[in-house]
């Protein structure tokens, strides 16, 4: 079982940044591939970002391309999200996601919803424009 909270958002204006962190209990942190996704009224939940647990492989939707990073650090049991060049479009509820991945899928990065296991309960960024 993993536990996991995010921390981070707010409001922020158009161009700015925020860092968005899922602190995940249990002590297999680093055999789960992590993932961020978001929700905005209205709209279907979507995939922004994914990181594999070896941390060596990330992927992103073309929409955050450039403007936002994943990372984690296994020693803190933590995955981060940097978010630069905000837009009022990034506006949503933002939500980490984890799943247990096997040693010989260390560096495998997951992009759909139905590839995760535990969710965490999500977090409010909203962007002014």
């Known amino acids: 079982q993993v536990q996991l909270v995010e921390s981070g958002g707010g409001l922020v204006q158009a161009g700015g940044s925020l860092r968005l962190s899922c602190a995940a209990s249990?002590?297999?942190?680093?055999?789960?591939?992590m993932g961020w996704f978001r929700q905005a009224p209205g709209k279907e939940r979507e995939f922004v970002a994914a990181?594999?647990?070896?941390?060596?492989?990330?992927y992103y939707a073309d929409s955050v391309k450039g403007r936002f990073t994943i990372s984690r650090d296994n020693a803190k049991n933590t995955v981060y999200l940097q978010m630069n060049s905000l837009k009022s479009e990034d506006t949503a509820v933002y939500y980490c996601?984890?799943?247990?991945?096997?040693?010989?899928?260390?560096?495998?990065?997951?992009?759909?919803?139905?590839?995760?296991?535990?969710w965490g309960q999500g977090t409010q960024v909203t962007v002014s424009s």
């Open positions: 990181i594999s647990y070896s941390g060596g492989y990330t």
């Open positions: 996601a984890a799943r247990f991945a096997p040693t010989y899928s260390r560096d495998t990065y997951y992009s759909t919803e139905d590839s995760y296991d535990y």
């Open positions: 249990g002590r297999t942190f680093s055999t789960y591939a």
